[in-house]
């Protein structure tokens, strides 16, 4: 790709068409309000990024100094249909874009205006396969695909300086991998592999050039487990379970093998979607698809998790949040529509109170403008 258009308006009804022509590849899941504050780039360049996963297109949200949410001209953004990841490298505003349904991984960096620039060099082909998701190590230096199939398989990709891609090497995962979501542990030395079909997290060793090395057998992970977060020391990770009502919570070892925290599974409500652990790494937020709400946890020293007061903490009737994120001072968490009565998502802000317990905030949730956001596509920049 070498041009990057802004997607036109038009009827929510040719909208709803083109989204029914990649519903095929969608088993998974799940114009803006300007804030208080001035959204002038001089002011603040840090964004969120949300994907339409059917449509294919990307909506970045400039977040304002009061926390505040404005999308950007031109949003959302045209990439390729079946988007299932957007990753962004850490300390950068590079993002990379996974596009099953145009098979494919593309590589933008958001200018201080928000929009999207193509990064020469980062556009590389899946080469057949369903569902894909991405994940970035901490240092930016490797990026991952995970892609389904019998048997799945993880392809690692060098970056340059530039953000320009290279190939590295090709893992073959074992089972049930036609859904696969990879994530990297805050260390960057584990990869896993959740495997939603068949229930389960595999470990990865992480060598320096991109090799993975399977670390122990499976874990079982519940009924479809879906977007784990990580406490920030990396020694806990949590993960939703879809179809089971719970999170699942584990200890990653010294060597990377998981083991569960005690008491898990959790309870975790209707449809739970992901995780997003605070900086300290003492809470944790999930939200709930079908329960329209946000549940909250605060985590023990051994990693079980306790409900915050009063949670699970509700949003307006119709919303569906299957995204979440935390401001840079953790004042206001963001959660993001995965299912909505309204057709596009709506980006809702909670004010975090000093027990963690969450308020709906004053400032105003925001229309992203896509359609269907399943999958980890909700990236902050720096």
């Given at each position: 790709?070498?041009t990057?258009?802004?997607r036109?308006q ?8 083109k ?6 590849v969608v088993l998974?899941?799940g ?7 001035s959204a ?9 990024t949300?994907a339409?996963t059917?449509?294919g297109?990307?909506?970045v949200l400039r977040?304002?100094p009061?926390g ?6 031109g949003?959302?953004?045209?990439v390729?249909?079946g ?6 490298a850490?300390?950068?505003k590079?993002?990379?874009?996974t ?7 593309s590589g933008?960096?958001i200018a201080?205006?928000?929009?999207m ?6 556009e590389?082909?899946?080469n057949?396969g ?8 901490p ?7 995970g892609?389904?199939g019998l048997?799945?398989?993880i392809s690692s990709y ?10 590295l090497?090709?893992t073959q995962?074992?089972g ?20 939603v ?10 060598g320096?050039?991109?090799g993975?090395?399977?670390?122990g ?7 479809a ?7 920030p020391d990396?020694?806990?990770?949590y ?5 089971g009502g719970?999170v699942s919570?584990?200890a990653i ?8 925290t ?6 975790a409500?209707?449809?739970p ?9 003492t ?11 946000v549940?909250g ?7 079980a998790?306790t409900?915050?007061?009063n949670s699970p903490?509700s949003?307006?009737v ?8 935390l ?13 909505t009565?309204?057709?596009?998502s709506?980006m809702?802000?909670?004010?975090v ?11 105003p949730a ?9 999958g980890?596509?909700m990236?902050?920049?720096p």
């Open positions: 790709m070498t990057f258009s802004s036109q038009s009827p929510s009804g040719a909208r709803i068409r989204a029914a022509a990649v519903l095929a998974v899941g114009v803006g309000a300007a804030s208080g504050a002038s780039p001089d002011q603040n360049s840090r964004f969120l949300l339409g059917l449509v297109d990307v909506s977040i304002a009061d505040g949410l404005s999308a950007v001209a949003s959302p953004f045209s390729g249909p988007i299932f990841s957007v990753v962004n850490p300390g950068s590079n993002v990379y874009v596009q099953v349904g145009a098979q494919r991984v933008y960096r201080d205006d928000g929009s620039v193509p990064i020469p060099g980062t590389v082909p899946m057949g369903p569902i894909a998701t991405s994940t970035v190590t240092d930016g230096r490797l990026l991952f695909v892609q389904g048997p799945g398989k060098a970056i340059s300086d530039t953000g320009a891609l290279s190939p090497t090709s995962v074992e049930l991998g036609l859904a696969p979501m990879v994530t990297v542990d805050p260390t960057g030395r584990f990869l896993h592999w959740t495997s079909l068949d229930g389960t997290v595999t470990a990865f060793r992480i320096a050039n991109g993975l090395t399977v670390v057998k499976p874990v079982a992970a519940g009924a487990p879906v977007n784990p977060g990580y406490t990396g020694r806990f990770v993960v939703s379970q879809e179809q719970k919570g584990f070892g010294a060597n990377g093998e998981l083991t569960p005690p008491g898990s599974p959790y309870a409500g209707a449809m979607h992901a995780a997003v652990v605070t900086a300290d790494g809470r944790v937020y999930v939200p709930q698809v079908a329960g329209g709400s549940a946890y605060s985590i023990g020293a051994d990693g998790l409900p915050l007061p903490y949003l307006p119709g919303s569906g949040p299957g995204l979440v994120a401001s840079d001072d953790e004042k206001h968490l963001y959660a993001a529509d995965t299912l009565i309204n057709v596009t709506r809702h802000i909670f004010d109170r000093a027990d963690g317990s969450l308020a709906q905030s004053s400032l925001v229309d992203t403008g896509v359609f269907f956001g399943d980890p596509t990236v902050k920049t």
